[in-house]
């Protein structure tokens, strides 16, 4: 029995990886499509130039998935790959406007992280608060050893009940990925999840290297 465990589970990450790669296929295609367009950018209405900076902003959203997915399938937990460095407050400030809530950061610093990743992460965790929490919903950012993420509502879910939906997977109807999915990406990443109720808390913690500017 554990023989055929294993040997589903390679057969599904094969497969998976061949997802990932065929995924490519119109991803490159679509690419050029949008250089089509831009070639003619100025011809184009202004809701058809509204129309087509939302296909460059997804095919480039495509593009990065496609880009992680294969990188994360291709190594041992704890080994994901780190994207550029960024300025803190310049992440958060697009992060944030899109998901229109509020930050709040103690020291701003430009620095590497997983920054597809928890950008991820920090999505649900706030779709999972407008779902299930209380509005104000804020993000809270520090820096010590880790990169230190806390998403916090008024919602009063208890304890008990939060580390239950942790533990269940990405099914759950509403949760996005899921806690659990959350918790197993922090993990590969060499994070963790901290959670705490009265009022809701989910506190994310993460490696991350300072980087000197030139």
């Known amino acids: 029995m554990i023989r055929q465990r294993i040997q589903s589970a390679r057969e599904r990450r094969h497969l998976l990886q061949l997802l990932t790669h065929e995924l490519r296929t119109?991803?490159?295609?679509?690419?050029?499509?949008i250089d089509s367009f831009r070639q003619h950018f100025d011809a184009l209405s202004p809701?058809?130039?509204?129309?087509?900076?939302?296909?460059?902003?997804?095919?480039?959203?495509?593009?990065?998935?496609?880009?992680?997915?294969?990188?994360?399938?291709?190594?041992?937990?704890?080994?994901?790959?780190?994207?550029?460095?960024?300025?803190?407050?310049?992440w958060l400030s697009q992060l944030c406007e899109r998901l229109e809530i509020y930050f709040s950061l103690?020291?701003?610093?430009?620095?590497?992280f997983a920054l597809f990743w928890v950008s991820l992460i920090l999505d649900n965790l706030?779709?999972?608060?407008?779902?299930?929490?209380?509005?104000?919903?804020?993000?809270?950012?520090?820096?010590?050893?880790?990169?230190?993420?806390?998403?916090?509502?008024q919602g009063r879910l208890s304890e008990t009940r939060l580390r239950k939906l942790a533990k269940l997977s990405s099914r759950n109807k509403g949760m996005g990925i899921g806690l659990y999915l959350v918790s197993r990406i922090l993990k590969n990443i060499g994070g963790r999840l901290k959670i705490q109720s009265s009022p809701s808390r989910f506190t994310l913690e993460c490696p991350y290297e300072s980087v000197t500017a030139d």
């Open 126 to 153: 706030v779709q999972n608060a407008r779902l299930h929490g209380a509005a104000p919903i804020r993000i809270h950012v520090t820096l010590n050893k880790q990169l230190k993420i806390c998403v916090e509502d």
């Open 26 to 33: 119109p991803i490159t295609s679509l690419a050029l499509t």
């Open 106 to 112: 103690e020291q701003d610093r430009q620095i590497r």
């Open 47 to 90: 809701p058809l130039q509204k129309a087509f900076a939302r296909l460059l902003a997804d095919n480039q959203r495509l593009q990065q998935l496609a880009h992680c997915s294969q990188h994360y399938l291709s190594l041992n937990p704890g080994q994901l790959s780190q994207d550029p460095p960024v300025l803190l407050s310049d």
